[in-house]
Every structure is written in C-alpha cells, then in structure tokens.
C-alpha cells in the first residue's frame, strides 16, 4: 500500500538510515528533504536508460508534484 510510504515511523527509518549513510560529507551535499516513491525507478517506465542512469527530464516531468510539494515544505516548514 502507498500509504508505508507516508508512515512516520517509516519516513523516520529512512531519515536515520540516510544521515547515517551521509555523516561524514559537509553540510552542503546533505540531503535536505526526500520523497519515497511506491516503487523503484525503472527502464520499463522510461525514468532509467539502459545503462541506469537518471532521465532527469522525464523524472522531473512524472513526478513535478512530489518535487515541488519539497520545495513547498523547504520554504515553509509548517507545509507538508
């Protein structure tokens, strides 16, 4: 269910795991928010060429809600 990936606890398992993974880069390659997709990135839906490298455009066009509900919560901390 889509709904594992808006579960708190979840989000706040991956938070965890993410700064753990990052603790020793400097503060500006942190990741500062993060979106879980109900499913991987794949080349059958486009979003990966064949060598499984991003299709940033693609990417960015299929999931432009997800990514600007990011930067609504980033320049208003009370949104989400």
Known sequence: ????????AVRKLYAE???AALKDVSRYEQLGNF????RALSTAEGE?????????GEI??????EIEAM???ARDPGCT
């Open 17 to 19: 795991r993410i700064a």
């Open 1 to 8: 269910s889509e709904n594992k990936f808006t579960d708190p």
């Open 60 to 65: 960015a066009r299929r999931y432009a809600a």
């Open 71 to 73: 930067y609504a919560a």
């Open 35 to 38: 979106t879980l997709l109900p």
């Open 48 to 56: 990966l060429t064949l060598t499984l490298k991003l299709r940033r």
